[in-house]
């Protein structure tokens, strides 16, 4: 089992940065996926970006391509997502998801956290 808790959400101003968080705890594996998905009003929830523990690979989807990075800190067991000149249209609430075994980024996902909302006002 994995536990993920995300934070770093709030209620912005278009153009500025924000970067989420999202602590994991129990099993943890270094070839096994992490992933940032959002959901916007209306909309189904997606995959914006993945990376593998390790490190070595990431997935951006090509909505994102440019202004979103993630990362991770393996000693904090931490994931990031860093968002750059945010836009309204990246309101949405923001999920961190692990993958519970080996497969590609865009394969199912086995564990999330509960979510965390952005807010960007134009």
């Known amino acids: 089992q994995v536990q993920l808790v995300e934070s770093g959400g709030g209620l912005v101003q278009a153009g500025v940065s924000l970067r989420l968080s999202c602590v994991a705890s129990?099993?943890?594996?270094?070839?096994?996926?992490m992933g940032w998905f959002r959901q916007a009003p209306g909309k189904e929830r997606e995959l914006i970006a993945a990376?593998?523990?390790?490190?070595?690979?990431?997935y951006y989807a090509d909505s994102v391509k440019g202004r979103f990075t993630i990362s991770r800190d393996n000693a904090k067991n931490t994931v990031f997502l860093q968002i750059n000149s945010l836009k309204p249209e990246d309101t949405a609430v923001y999920y961190c998801?692990?993958?519970?075994?080996?497969?590609?980024?865009?394969?199912?996902?086995?564990?999330w956290g509960q979510g965390t909302q952005v807010t960007v006002s134009s």
């Open positions: 998801a692990a993958q519970g075994g080996i497969k590609s980024p865009r394969s199912q996902y086995d564990f």
């Open positions: 129990g099993r943890t594996f270094s070839n096994y996926f």
């Open positions: 990376i593998r523990w390790s490190g070595d690979v990431t």
